[in-house]
């Protein structure tokens, strides 16, 4: 093996290396302790209300009714729609939780706090679908409205849809990440960040609601440069934007980037989830 070749071989093991190093710590997570261990015990929630989404198949995930004597206001929040995106369900879990030890006094609140849980359990933002069908259909958040006869996240996404009508839902949040800030902007591809946003249905409830977050989370983040915007009108096909389109009731995407540290992304979530409780008079 004369020297070029040795180079060319060392360097096609290093771009290996590479790849695989990559590969591995864009699809592992460690869920914190603390989500880890309600996620254990939500099976033991016995005396909560629970509906199992998608029973009987391996996409099988828990919807957890908190109920006061009161049936409304209505409140249903999703964590987990993307595998991914880990603040979404980790404050979902965090909620789960609270409510269990200390449930509301009025109205409801209805969490799905591992919505596409083989997508978590792989970290992954969506699952596999066949050979030749859009990927787009095992993305949970690209399949509202939903279809009972549909592929494993249509038929997910139909459920979530029936909760929401039969509850009578009147505020839908949906837990989200991003990979930047929206301040930043990926130069090669020229993409926005989503992070630190309220995507939010442009109807008056909705509106009401965005102004009263924003004010409250940016008066306890002393940066600027992670301060929250607004943006209006979720992507089509996505949870909040059938919630907000087909219901007109108030309807967001709450997102983080997953540049920050995870607990301070996890505690802005909750942060926003209270403004709203707050507001509904649940807290």
């Known amino acids: 093996m004369n020297k070029v070749e040795k180079v060319l071989r060392i360097k096609g093991f290093l771009n290996l290396t590479i790849f695989l190093v990559l590969c591995y710590c864009g699809s592992t997570y460690k869920i914190t302790p603390v989500a880890q261990s309600i996620k254990d015990n939500l099976s033991n929630l016995h005396d909560v209300r629970q509906v199992q989404l998608l029973a009987g198949t391996e996409y099988e995930t828990p919807a957890f009714f908190f109920e006061s004597d009161q049936p409304q206001p209505a409140i249903l929040i999703i964590g987990g729609t993307h595998g991914n995106e880990p603040a979404g369900y980790e404050a979902a879990l965090r909620l789960v939780d609270r409510f269990y030890q200390s449930p509301p006094k009025r109205g409801k609140i209805i969490i799905v706090p591992l919505a596409n849980r083989v997508a978590i359990e792989k970290f992954?933002?969506?699952?596999?679908?066949?050979?030749?069908?859009?990927?787009?259909?095992?993305?949970?958040?690209?399949?509202?409205?939903?279809?009972?006869?549909?592929?494993?996240?249509?038929?997910?996404?139909?459920?979530?849809?029936?909760?929401?009508?039969?509850?009578?839902?009147?505020?839908?949040?949906?837990?989200?990440?991003?990979?930047?800030?929206?301040?930043?902007?990926?130069?090669?591809?020229?993409?926005?960040?989503?992070?630190?946003?309220?995507?939010?249905?442009?109807?008056?409830?909705?509106?009401?609601?965005?102004?009263?977050?924003?004010?409250?989370?940016?008066?306890?983040?002393?940066?600027?440069?992670?301060?929250?915007?607004?943006l209006e009108r979720p992507i089509k096909n996505s949870a909040s934007w059938w919630a907000g389109k087909y219901l007109d009731i108030a309807a967001f995407t709450f997102e983080t980037p997953r540049n920050l540290a995870i607990e301070e992304r996890i505690k802005y979530q909750l942060i926003l989830v209270d403004v709203v409780l707050e507001d509904r008079g649940i807290l």
């Open 124 to 230: 992954d933002r969506r699952i596999a679908v066949p050979e030749g069908v859009d990927r787009e259909k095992g993305n949970l958040n690209r399949c509202y409205p939903g279809n009972p006869e549909g592929y494993p996240m249509e038929r997910l996404a139909y459920q979530i849809q029936q909760i929401t009508i039969d509850n009578s839902v009147e505020v839908f949040i949906d837990l989200h990440e991003a990979r930047r800030p929206h301040l930043e902007t990926d130069t090669e591809g020229d993409e926005k960040g989503l992070g630190q946003t309220i995507i939010y249905h442009p109807n008056e409830s909705s509106t009401w609601l965005v102004m009263q977050m924003l004010d409250q989370i940016n008066s306890v983040i002393p940066d600027p440069d992670k301060h929250f915007s607004a």
